[in-house]
Each structure stands twice: as C-alpha cells, then as structure tokens.
C-alpha cells in the first residue's frame, strides 16, 4: 500500500476517532484507543503478498 494511501487512512480514522471523543460518545477513550492501534498497525505491518506456487 503506498505511503499517501497509509496517511489518508490514518488521517481518517484521526478525525473519525477524534469527532466522537469531543461529541461525547459512550467510550470515547476506547475510541481513542482503537484508533490509535489501528494507526499503528497500519504503518507498522507489511501488506500481505501472494506466494508464487512452486512447479510441483
């Protein structure tokens, strides 16, 4: 996934997180939390890729 894909996602999911932190929604903090792992893991795990398949 290229890295102006990875911000995108993550500046999304920021302000997403951070919309329901200040409206006051019933476990703002846990929010905050998903959020945050949620970025990490986008930046920190590769992309899954195919394996080519052997000849036999």
């Known amino acids: 996934m290229p890295n102006y894909l990875k911000f995108t996602i993550s500046?999304?999911?920021?302000?997403?997180?951070?919309?329901?932190?200040h409206l006051g929604v019933k476990g703002g903090w846990v929010?905050?939390?998903?959020a945050v792992g949620m970025?990490?893991?986008?930046?920190l795990f590769p992309e899954a890729k195919k394996?080519?398949?052997?000849?036999?």
């Open 51 to 56: 394996r080519e398949a052997n000849g036999g």
């Open 11 to 21: 500046v999304i999911v920021c302000a997403v997180a951070a919309v329901a932190f």
């Open 31 to 34: 929010v905050l939390g998903l």
């Open 39 to 43: 970025v990490f893991a986008i930046w």
